[in-house]
């Protein structure tokens, strides 16, 4: 099944490669403010769904753009694509994005498709078996403090984001770490925690197509992944959180409070966990190398 998922993803990765050598005319529309799709996202998924229908017509398909409008509608084995997850980015030129597939059986993630076209990265993961890039076995990092880490996340962007609450979540990561970026592609920014070149991540308005491959790869490579609060049952609740998993800690004990799942009372001893271990970390000096800006 791996196999056949890595030819649907190279399929894609092609077509995306080949729309990439004239941006400008690729058209594009709009779902919603800031949220848009090009004729690209959906050549892309017609071409993953096809490849994988046609070994499998018996299997489901949970699509970004379509749904699940293909695919058997009761079947165990569920495909969860997201054609081109950076779509912005792609239509600005900016070689962040990627292909994501995922494997759903009987609801658990299975096997796992994150293809970066740009560069030919290809980082796959089977449940119980380990996650690669290229072929190469990859592990999340080793870092044990948050002041050394680096740390993913995505800037809410749509009408209705509650932008104040992720100042405050920044507010609070920043100043304890090496430093935060946004590289726009939440699929890439799982892979790359895999990879060991991130150390943490977190993000809320998330799909289940944008993390569903992702999520696989991070606990396959030996991190974990769940909710703000730690929970594993995180795929359809719109936050995800994932590290190494000293960093993974240390992330829950910040951003846990943020949680819209954690219950009022966890919320307040999280805050009071958080305020004891920010009174023993010194924030960065402003001119050091390592402050985040």
Same mark, same amino acid.
């Not at 005319?25 to 996202?41: G, P, Y």
């Not at 999280?270 to 920010?278: C, F, G, H, K, V």
């Given at each position: 099944m791996l196999n056949v998922a890595i030819k649907a993803a190279r399929a894609a990765g092609a077509l995306i490669n080949r729309a990439a050598l004239d941006v400008?005319?690729?058209?594009? +529309? *709009?779902? *919603? $403010?800031?949220?848009?799709?090009?004729?690209?996202? =959906?050549?892309?998924?017609q071409a993953i769904i096809e490849t994988l229908l046609t070994a499998y017509p018996g299997h489901g398909i949970l699509a970004e753009e379509s749904g699940s409008e293909y695919g058997a509608k009761d079947s165990e084995f569920v495909w969860i694509i997201d054609p081109l %997850?950076?779509?912005? &980015?792609?239509? =600005?030129?900016?070689?962040?994005?990627?292909? +994501? $597939?995922?494997?759903?059986?009987?609801?658990? $993630?299975?096997?796992?498709?994150?293809? %970066?076209?740009?560069? &030919? %990265?290809l980082f796959t993961a089977t449940k119980g078996r380990g996650a690669? /890039? &290229?072929?190469r076995r990859i592990r999340v990092s080793k870092r044990t403090q948050l002041k050394d880490s680096l /740390?993913?996340?995505?800037? #809410?962007?749509? #009408?209705? %984001?509650?932008?104040? &609450?992720?100042?405050?979540?920044?507010?609070d990561v920043m100043p304890r770490t090496a430093g935060l970026r946004r590289p726009g592609a939440a699929a890439l920014d799982l892979a790359? $925690?895999?990879?060991?070149y991130c150390d943490g991540f977190f993000e809320t308005g998330l799909s289940i197509w944008d993390i569903a491959a992702g999520s696989l790869l991070v606990t396959e490579a030996g991190g974990l992944v769940g909710n703000f609060t730690g929970e594993a049952d995180f795929l359809?609740?719109?936050e995800c959180l994932a590290g190494n998993p000293r960093i993974y800690g240390q992330l829950v004990s910040i951003l846990g409070k943020y949680s819209q799942f954690a219950s009022a009372g966890e919320k307040a001893g999280?805050? *009071?966990?958080?305020?004891?271990?920010?009174a023993d970390t010194p924030a960065p000096a402003s001119d050091s190398p390592d402050a985040p800006f």
């Open positions: 400008e005319a690729v058209r594009i +529309s *709009q779902k *919603q $403010i800031n949220d848009f799709v090009t004729e690209v996202d =959906h050549a892309s998924e %997850d950076g779509t912005t &980015n792609f239509i =600005h030129g900016f070689p962040v994005y990627a292909v +994501s $597939i995922a494997l759903s059986v009987r609801g658990k $993630i299975e096997q796992a498709v994150v293809y %970066d076209p740009s560069r &030919n %990265d690669y /890039i &290229n072929d /740390i993913s996340t995505g800037f #809410p962007f749509r #009408p209705g %984001d509650n932008f104040q &609450n992720y100042l405050r979540m920044m507010a790359y $925690i895999a990879a060991g359809e609740q719109g999280l805050r *009071q966990a958080d305020a004891a271990d920010s």
